[in-house]
């Protein structure tokens, strides 16, 4: 591996089992013959290489398989076959709120997820930088997570991530369900860490902002990558689509 390479995903092969029958009670499982279950393929045979400094943005329609693809980068979903290589250090919030335990309070998934990270041992500002950025009020980081709008999960979310230090920031939508002020903080965010010369892996549908963002980009259709290359030409290519 190229020693500036961060992410190499070689052959990388996802499928999950999937039921659309609906429910099924214990009876129907004993004496259906045929399995509800079948597996479908949701990355087909991926092949991605991230450098130091560079910035990804991943496209493609919905259900396409971009999460997963973070997912299995981040080694949440093993993969069927195929490796992952990654030689630096991310914080693994993903998707909208994944990561969030929904029963606990803001406050409460602050301190979990901090000292999971370990980031509060070397940044005692760290919950206050979290609520600044944020800008979520006391009141609201005193409630339950499953009580907050889509927005304010994202809000949350980005902000945790962003107190960890790490060399790959990991996007997923954040941008999408933020409101107009929020958005324009996390992308002046966003070009302050690509300015720090930090990875970072952007899901959006937006190609403005991924061709603004992003150095590379990749398009995903039904789980294959049909496109690399340059953000600004893939960017087209996503368009095209629709
Ligand atoms: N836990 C799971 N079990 C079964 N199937 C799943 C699971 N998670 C995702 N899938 C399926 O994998 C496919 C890809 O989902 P994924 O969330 O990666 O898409 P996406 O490109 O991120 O879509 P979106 O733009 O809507 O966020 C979809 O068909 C989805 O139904
Ligand atoms: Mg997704």
């Not at 993969?79 to 290589?85: A, E, Q």
């Not at 907050?148 to 939508?173: H, K, Q, T, W």
Request: glycine fraction near 8%; proline fraction near 2%.
């Amino acid at each position: 591996m190229n020693t500036d390479t961060i992410i190499k995903v070689e052959n990388v092969h996802v499928s999950f089992w999937q039921n659309n029958v609906g429910v099924y009670s214990i009876k129907d499982l004993i004496t259906h013959r045929k399995s509800p279950f079948k597996s479908k393929t949701i990355l087909n045979n991926i092949n991605v290489e991230v450098r130091k400094g560079e910035s990804l943005g991943i496209l493609g329609r919905n259900g396409s398989g971009k999460s997963t693809l973070l997912r299995t980068i981040a080694g949440v979903i093993r993969p069927d076959h195929g490796t992952i290589t990654v030689n630096g250090s991310f914080a693994p919030i993903l998707a909208i709120g994944a990561g969030l335990e929904l029963e606990l309070t803001g406050y409460e998934n602050i301190s979990m997820l901090l000292a999971l990270y370990g980031t509060r041992r070397k940044n005692t500002n760290a919950v206050e930088n979290i609520k600044e950025f944020s800008e979520l009020s006391e009141d609201v980081l005193r409630m339950p997570v499953k009580q907050y709008s889509s927005g304010m999960i994202a809000r949350l979310a980005f902000s945790i991530s962003l107190a960890n230090d790490s060399d790959i920031l990991i996007i997923d939508e954040v941008l999408a369900v933020g409101d107009q002020g929020f958005q324009a903080k996390c992308m002046e965010k966003i070009y302050q860490i690509k300015a720090q010369g930090k990875t970072i892996l952007f899901v959006s549908h937006f190609p403005d902002d991924v061709a603004r963002i992003c150095d590379k980009a990749i398009l995903l259709e039904q789980g294959e990558l049909i496109h690399s290359g340059n953000a600004i030409d893939i960017c087209n290519n996503y368009r095209s689509l629709f």
